[in-house]
Structure formats: structure tokens, C-alpha cells
């Protein structure tokens, strides 16, 4: 069990768009009670380094609150496995869970529990490949491999892995999930991973002017839609290119959304996300004007 370590501020520097986004410290040590256990998007700031360490600034008296919504039990509705159920079935019942997923407090539920086998049951079981078609939509368009990019909803960082082979190395990660990023950081893709919940403000240190945005799996059925662009556009500097899947119902609006935010889209298309699938994620690129 890796060491939970975490870092306090005492203020936090000016905000701009056109800086490229650095780690910043100092690191203390936290209480024993437990990884992330004052942690929740809603008040927190989380931050997992590649070897395994993670970070908490409390953002005000809220975080106590939170962490009893972000801490309880598993969605009343899921059910538990089927005795003796197949890995495929098992995998495929997780699948419609986080597909039916309606608050954040569900959708850590979930993925506490799914994290150890999430690779296996989507991608190996499942055969889904909408991250492998992400990072190449961005090498597509992007040409400088030094650019600075967030990966949103990154998981156990399978974008990031695709990302290595085009020659992406400087990636940071957001994810609501503490042990999906404990999973992601085992793997050395990024720079940092932190603990961001998509549907809020982005806490005050979160770094800024970022060359690109990914995403995958996340503008999705029970998870994010259009309201997480606001914060796609904060997070981009000026010219920054946005490549993500977005659900096909999520599209009409979120297609609204980008535009309202100044962003250009340059290609929108409905795509298989598995093998032998029926078209059903638009894979989008856009730029920030």
C-alpha cells in the first residue's frame, strides 16, 4: 500500500492563461486516518505524483461536509454481482452502471471498486478503444510533441499511454477518482494527477494555459456533459486544442456549449468506440479562439 503524503498552501500565485502549468509544493505529512480522507472534489485539491504520492488543500470549512458525500456507500440501485457470474457479465454489469451513474458520489462508489480490474473489463473484455482514437486525434492535429496537456476524466490513464507512443511526455491528469489515479500513477504517464470533480469551479492552484485537452469517457452517459466546458476553456491557453469523445445524445448541446466558449471545432464525427460497434461517440477536435 503506497504512502499518502500531502501538501498545504498558504496562498496561491496569480492565475494566467499563457503560462505553462509547473508542480508546485511545499509537501507535509497527513494524518494516518487513511488516503485522501478529508479529500473531495467539491472542497479539496488532490494531487498524485508519478510515484504514488497524493495531495489535499482544503478550500474552507466544507470539507468535512463533503467527504461524507463522497465517501458513502455504493448507488442503491446497482445491486451486487450475480453469484458466480462470467468476467464478460461482470464487466459488462459494471459498464451499465457507470452508464447510469446520476451524481459524483456514485460515480466514486463505483470506480473504488472498479479501479484493479477497470483496464481488463473495458478494454480487454469490452474491447473499447475510444482512448487509443483520442490520443490520435490529437497527434493529428498537433504537431510540437513538447505541448503541456491535461487529460480529463483520465482514469487509470489509458490516453496517456497512447500519448507516450506519439510522443507526448508532458501530460498531467484530472480525475474524481483517488484510486483510479493511484492506478494511473503505478504507471509513470504523468506529470501529476489530481483530484478535480469536473462539475465545479476548478480549485484556485489548479495550473492554467495548457497546450491541449483530451478526454475520453468521460463526456459520457452518467458522468460530464456540455457544463464541463467552461472549464475545458480555463484551462486551455489561447490556440489550445481540445480532442475528446462526447457521447452522441450529449453532442447537440455540447457542440452549443463549445461554440458559446469561443471555441472552433474542426471535425465531428460519429465513431465506434469498440470493436464491431455501431457508431456512437462523436470523436471531436476543436481549437480555442
Known sequence: ???????????????????????????????????????????????????????????????????????????????????????EDEAARRIARARALTSTREAVALYREWAATYDRDVFERAGITGSRRVADLLAEHVAERDVSVVDLG???????????????????????????????????????????????????????????????????HGHVGSEAVPVVAALLARGGVLACGVAGPLWPPFEAALAAAGFAVLRSVLEPIRAGGSPETFMVVARLG
Open 1 to 87: 500500500m503506497r504512502r499518502i503524503w500531502a501538501r498545504t498552501r498558504s496562498s496561491s500565485p496569480p492565475r494566467s492563461r499563457n503560462t505553462t502549468p509547473t508542480p508546485r509544493g511545499p509537501w507535509s505529512r497527513r494524518s494516518s486516518r487513511g488516503p485522501f480522507h478529508r479529500c473531495a472534489p467539491a472542497a479539496v485539491l488532490g494531487r498524485v505524483t508519478a510515484q504514488g504520492s497524493a495531495s489535499c488543500s482544503p478550500q474552507g470549512k466544507g470539507a468535512d461536509a463533503a467527504v461524507e458525500v463522497m465517501t458513502d456507500k455504493p448507488p442503491e440501485n446497482a445491486g451486487p454481482a450475480p453469484h458466480g457470474a462470467a468476467p
Open 154 to 220: 483520465c482514469g487509470t490513464g489509458a490516453v496517456a499511454a497512447r500519448l507516450r507512443e506519439h510522443g507526448f511526455a508532458r501530460v498531467d491528469g484530472f480525475d474524481v477518482s483517488p484510486e483510479m489515479l493511484e492506478v494511473a500513477a503505478g504507471k509513470g504517464l504523468y506529470r501529476s494527477l489530481r483530484i478535480v470533480d469536473l462539475k465545479r469551479p476548478l480549485p484556485p492552484d489548479v495550473p492554467l494555459g495548457y497546450g491541449a485537452v483530451v478526454s475520453a469517457g468521460t463526456f459520457t
